[in-house]
Nanobody
Framework: QVQLVESGGGVVQAGGSLRLSCATS????????MGWFRQAPGKERESVAV????????YYADSVKGRFTISRDSAEDTVFLQMNSLKPEDTAVYYC????????????????WGQGTQVTVSS
């Protein structure tokens, strides 16, 4: 398993931006597909964005397309989620996740989870 540590959450007004970071402990970062999931109060955890091991494939939930961007930096073993034009409905705990395959991570097969970081968007 991989240790994942998220940072960058906080409180922002609607229309604002935040950048989440997820630092990993592994020297095999390139061997993992990475993703961001979120869970709002009273709701199930859902996938937000996923990126393949090489970064050539990305997936975005319909609700965040055009507003969020996932990226990865192999030199820093870190994955990012740039969130723009934030809406109150984006309020949730955001979790970083690592998976062995892009296709299975999309299906929620997660090898390691981070501890989560709170994002609150005020109206």
């Amino acid at each position: 398993q991989v240790q994942l540590v998220e940072s960058g959450g906080g409180v922002v007004q609607a229309g604002g931006s935040l950048r989440l970071s997820c630092a990993t402990s592994t020297r095999s970062f390139a061997g993992y597909a990475m993703g961001w999931f979120r869970q709002a109060p009273g709701k199930e955890r859902e996938s937000v964005a996923v990126i393949s091991r090489g970064g050539s494939q990305t997936y975005y939930a319909d609700s965040v397309k055009g507003r969020f961007t996932i990226s990865r930096d192999s030199a820093e073993d870190t994955v990012f989620l740039q969130m723009n034009s934030l809406k109150p409905e984006d309020t949730a705990v955001y979790y970083c996740a690592a998976g062995l395959r892009y296709s299975t991570l999309l299906d929620g097969e997660v090898d390691s989870w981070g501890q989560g970081t709170q994002v609150t968007v005020s109206s």
